[in-house]
């Protein structure tokens, strides 16, 4: 299975909003509502921040959020903080019953 | 609260097993419908999801390690395990452990634990 295609990088000033695509076919991303996308910091795990394409997690700020269309996912962040700078990743189910991640994206707030 | 813990040798020599162990404390394995991933991020590169197991024994592997990977339960110590053979210095990486509510979203991780893979 090939990775799900993300951006290698995205930046925003504070307070911007900012938009992560994740691309994959219709075999997972296209085929399912179930795309999460994970915030990790430096030296720590990933954490989950939106799942099954649009649903936040208990405690996750209502700045992010996440659509699809097709083929492609998408996270927003609103209100860009400087605790936003982190790398993001998709995660997508598959027809193979398997997960299949993203390359993840850098996103550095200026 | 749910919390996982890796463990397991943080060295291993070529050609043989890594093996980890993650174990799962603040509630029951059987407490729910879970899936319970592996996940592993060498350094500076990509989460790779390893593979799945339910309590039922029901597993899914990644195609591109199933050959060399297989992920047991054991209930009775709440824990469930990782078998990867003959590895290479190109499975040196972070390995995570982590529970799955539904249909592919890890909403409960580990730290993580170092291995590497060198003689």
């Known amino acids: 299975q090939s990775a799900l295609t993300q951006p290698a990088s995205v930046s925003g000033s504070p307070g911007q909003s900012i938009t992560i695509s994740c691309t994959g076919t219709s075999s997972d991303v296209g085929g399912y509502n179930y795309v999460s996308w994970y915030q990790q910091h430096p030296g720590k795990a990933p954490k989950l921040i939106i799942y099954?394409?649009?649903n936040r997690p208990s405690g996750v700020s209502n700045r992010f959020s996440g659509s699809k269309s097709g083929n492609t996912a998408s996270l927003t962040i609103s209100g860009l903080q400087a605790e936003d700078e982190a790398d993001y990743y998709c995660n997508s189910h598959t027809s193979s019953t398997t997960l299949v991640f993203g390359g993840g994206t850098k996103l550095t707030v200026l | 609260q749910m919390q996982l813990q890796e463990s397991g040798p943080g060295l291993v020599k070529p050609s043989q097993t890594l093996s980890l162990t993650c174990s799962v404390s603040g509630g029951s394995m059987s407490s729910g419908n879970y899936y319970w991933s592996w996940i592993r991020q060498p350094a500076g590169k990509e989460l790779e999801w390893i593979g799945r197991?339910?309590?039922?024994?029901?597993?899914n592997y990644n195609p591109s390690l199933k050959s060399r990977v297989t992920i047991s339960v054991d209930r009775s110590n709440n824990q469930f395990s990782l078998n990867l053979r003959s590895v290479t210095a190109a499975d040196t990486a972070l390995y995570y452990c982590a529970r799955s509510p539904g249909h592919g979203y890890l909403d409960c991780w580990g730290q993580g634990t170092l291995v590497t893979v060198s003689s």
């Open positions: 197991i339910q309590l039922s024994g029901t597993t």
């Open positions: 099954e394409v649009t």
